[in-house]
């Protein structure tokens, strides 16, 4: 039997009534669970209860319960572990968390029978200065770097020590595929398939009709100098993490060396999450008023 481990965003308006529905689904079913400790409350009493740096090591499973951020932050508590991550959405647009609560009890029972997916997403790994272990950051969606108080921030671009460009911009968004329906479409990246493996450099308002996004191999290591001569610049994971920078710093991105599991439905697909939440592609209605 899987043991689920549960993580949930208390503030997103009904996940208490969520997570106690849950709790009484596994109760009725004899479903082993494992809740973070912030969820004691909700609890029935037989389930675990441990702090969250444990629930990977006690979980088969991992439900995020909340928006896409619950998600991304699931993600970095999972790590290296292998731990699959099931995503319900508790919240607005529901892009990684594509479960509903209305579906909970079905979706439950079909992950206790097996019926089910796993899809490997890329990780992004950012090399803060001076790094040792505990200076290295993982990303899911993207890594950051951007202005502090001022206007412009001026960067430089490597791959493989091999220079690339520069920028005057707001910013540099480094995404995975996964990432590419987010931060960086809105300011007019490419979107990838997630199960793809690519990193891709979108500036932020650049100052220059000549910066484009640009795709590159994971194959590749890259390399991003602040140029600036402020103490302004902030690198942010995943729009969660943030670490202040200044001039000269170097951060060196490249592909973790281990992936994220999150668990798949066999009617999900990339295109069609496409179509429903970002409306993908979908013509507006004709007005056929006035014709024959």
Known sequence: MKRLGVKANLNRQGA???????????????????????????????????PPHELPQRSDIILSMGGDGSLLATA????????????????????????????LERTLKRVIEGDFSLEERMILAAELPGSDDGRIKFALNDIVVGRGDIRLIDLALYSNGDYICSYAADGLILSTPTGST????AVGGPILNPEMDAIIASPIAPHSLTSRPLIFSVEETLTLEVKSETDVAMLTIDGQVSTP???????????ADFNVKLVRFEEQSFYKVLRSKLQWGVLPPRDTSGLD
Do not use: H, M
């Open 16 to 50: 208490d009534t969520v997570v106690r529905r849950l709790v009484e689904w596994c109760r009725s079913n004899q479903v082993p669970l494992c809740l973070c400790d912030d969820l004691r409350d909700l609890a029935a009493g037989s389930e675990q209860i441990v």
């Open 76 to 103: 970095r508590l999972v790590g290296d572990s292998g731990v699959p991550i099931l995503g319900i959405n508790i919240g607005s647009l529901g892009f990684l968390a594509e479960q509903t609560p209305e579906d």
């Open 182 to 185: 987010a931060y960086s479409l």
């Open 245 to 255: 920078l200044k001039y000269g710093d170097k951060i060196r991105i490249r592909k």
